[in-house]
Each structure stands twice: as C-alpha cells, then as structure tokens.
C-alpha cells in the first residue's frame, strides 16, 4: 500500500510541472527607476518559450529595465541572457589608445 501511494505522489508531482510549463514574467522600462511603463507584459502567458525574443514596433526611450517573473516551471527564476539594443542620446565614447 505505501508503494502505491508514494507512486500516486510522483505522478501527481509530474503532471503538475508538465501543466505548468510556461514562463510568465513582466519587462518594464523607465527613466528615473521608479514609474514603470510597460514593455512587454507576458503574465498571463500559456506557452512554453524558454528563449523568448522580443521586438517592438516602436522604439522607446528609457535609462532602467526591470525584469519581475511571476511562474518559470521548475521553479528557479535565473537570466541567462538579456540584451538590449539601441542609440545613446550623448557622443560616442573615444577611441582606446592603450590596453592593460
């Protein structure tokens, strides 16, 4: 009897991560690191996509991001990779002229 049930528990457990396979989180962007604006809101999503991508119709201007995860499947929120792309308001940085 203790054998079934202990086998009822891991199956159970199983179904549960293969239910809960998607990842939910919120990308905000701001320029003072305290109000911000929405980015790209995946709370309610239902899909499995682990290395999501992400471009947006329109540029936006902003000196802060802020990542928040509401569900990963296994339980473990970690950023392997998080790049964002664009142009500077100020001058490029100078030319280096030594290296240490």
Not at 17 to 28: A, G, N, P
Not at 30 to 59: E, F, I, M
Not at 75 to 80: D, I, L, Q
Request: hydrophobic share 35%; with cysteine.
């Amino acid at each position: 009897m203790q054998y079934r049930l202990t086998l009822q528990k891991i199956i159970l457990s199983y179904m549960v991560v293969i239910l809960k396979s998607f990842f939910q989180y919120l990308l905000e962007y701001s320029d003072d690191n305290k109000h911000g604006k929405c980015w790209a809101d995946k709370r309610l999503n239902k899909t499995d996509v682990p290395h999501d991508y992400l471009q947006l119709a329109a540029s936006v201007k902003g000196r802060y991001v802020r990542l928040t995860n509401y569900n990963v499947p296994d339980g473990t929120f970690s950023v392997a990779d998080l790049r964002i792309f664009g142009n500077g308001q100020g001058h490029s940085p100078a030319m280096v002229r030594t290296l240490y």
